[in-house]
T-cell receptor
Framework: DTGVSQNPRHKITKRGQNVTFRCDPI?????LYWYRQTLGQGPEFLTY????????KSRLLSDRFSAERPKGSFSTLEIQRTEQGDSAMYLC?????????????FGPGTRLTVL | DQQVKQNSPSLSVQEGRISILNCDYT??????FLWYKKYPAEGPTFLIS?????DKNEDGRFTVFLNKSAKHLSLHIVPSQPGDSAVYFC??????????????FGTGTRLTIIP
């Protein structure tokens, strides 16, 4: 399978705990994106990386959220001191920015439930 | 402020007929538009895109039409098949200034194809 993979697929945690999600992009894709989707809404942009550099962060990404892509390959998204409002589907996407086209391909997502 | 709007939460179409999904946008800086399809428990799957220099793009059974003056686009699926039953998201970006770094999504339309 050469698509975008995300782990875990589901995570249930108690309020106040820290959680970390992992995303493995399509190999050779230089851009990696994180989105969040809540019930009845479309995905909302959180942040993106070009190689290992984090180039933009949404105002939705509070101080409790941190994302890394240390070697320009896989990425992690950590949420500290989770709140019930963090319950959502967290989607990762990757793309090859070639200047001409930049289609984002999504992974299956990690569903977070904060109790 | 919802910059990309899909005003029909759901649509039912008979198998073999044409499905037409609509999308409106308010940000005049958007110049690249995409449609994604999403099945339950999966991430969005890219379907088709169009840039603002065109008013139509076709790919097999899927055609996207763009009316820039009305800030409106539509996705036509002909003929509709049971496997097309899914949630469809419209997305937009300010490609000429930022590439596809940040997609803004609509809230989705659930399409049901009736056999």
């Amino acid at each position: 399978d050469t698509g975008v993979s995300q782990n875990p697929r589901h995570k249930i945690t108690k309020r106040g705990q820290n959680v970390t999600f992992r995303c493995d992009p399509i190999s050779e894709h230089n851009r990696l994106y994180w989105y969040r989707q809540t019930l009845g809404q479309g995905p909302e942009f959180l942040t993106y990386f070009q190689n290992e550099a984090q180039l933009e962060k949404s105002r939705l990404l509070s101080d409790r959220f941190s994302a890394e892509r240390p070697k320009g390959s896989f990425s992690t998204l950590e949420i500290q001191r989770t709140e019930q409002g963090d319950s959502a589907m967290y989607l990762c996407a990757s793309s090859l920015n070639s200047g001409d086209t930049d289609t984002q391909y999504f992974g299956p997502g990690t569903r977070l439930t904060v109790l | 402020d919802q910059q990309v709007k899909q005003n029909s939460p759901s649509l039912s179409v008979q198998e073999g007929r044409i499905s037409i999904l609509n999308c409106d946008y308010t940000n005049s800086m958007f110049d690249y538009f995409l449609w994604y399809k999403k099945y339950p428990a999966e991430g969005p799957t890219f379907l088709i895109s169009i840039s603002s220099i065109k008013d139509k793009n076709e790919d097999g059974r899927f055609t996207v039409f763009l009316n820039k003056s009305a800030k409106h686009l539509s996705l036509h699926i002909v003929p509709s098949q049971p496997g097309d039953s899914a949630v469809y998201f419209c997305a937009a970006s300010d490609w000429s200034n930022f590439g596809n770094e940040k997609l803004t999504f609509g809230t989705g339309t659930r399409l049901t194809i009736i056999p």
